[in-house]
C-alpha cells in the first residue's frame, strides 16, 4: 500500500481547507484510515479517523470544524477542514495499517496565518 497525501498549504484563520490522501496497491485489506498531525517540537496526535463501515471520530480539538470522508471508488480519503485556527499548523499526516504493517503518507504541511 502506498499513500500519498496533497492538498496542504497557507491559508488564514477562518479559512478552509481540503486534504485528500489517495491510497495504491492492496488497499483491500486495510483497516481504517486516519489523519494525523504533527506540529513544531510536539509530538503526533490522532485527528480523525474513518472506519471500515464508515463510522468516523476525531479529537475533541477538531470536533465541529473538521469532516474526514472516503471515497472508495477512488481510493481516496479526505480531511475537510473549515474555521482553522493558526494552532491548527502543523505536517498533517495520512495513515492505514493491515495485519502485516502499518502505512503513513509522505506528510502535507497546513499553515494557518493568524
Known amino acids: 500500500v502506498q499513500l500519498q497525501a496533497s492538498g496542504g498549504g497557507l491559508v488564514q484563520a477562518g479559512g478552509s481547507l481540503r486534504l485528500a490522501c489517495a491510497a495504491s496497491g492492496s488497499t483491500f485489506s486495510t483497516y481504517a484510515d486516519h489523519w494525523y498531525r504533527q506540529a513544531p517540537g510536539k509530538y503526533r496526535e490522532l485527528v480523525a479517523t474513518i472506519s471500515r463501515g464508515g463510522g468516523t471520530n476525531y479529537a475533541d480539538s477538531v470536533k465541529g470544524r473538521f469532516t474526514i470522508s472516503r471515497d472508495n471508488a477512488k481510493n481516496t480519503v479526505y480531511l475537510a477542514m473549515n474555521s482553522l485556527k493558526p494552532e491548527d499548523t502543523a505536517v498533517y499526516y495520512c495513515?492505514?495499517?493491515?495485519?502485516?504493517?502499518?502505512?503513513w503518507g509522505q506528510g502535507t504541511l497546513v499553515t494557518v496565518s493568524s
Open positions: 495513515h492505514t495499517a493491515d495485519r502485516y504493517r502499518d502505512y
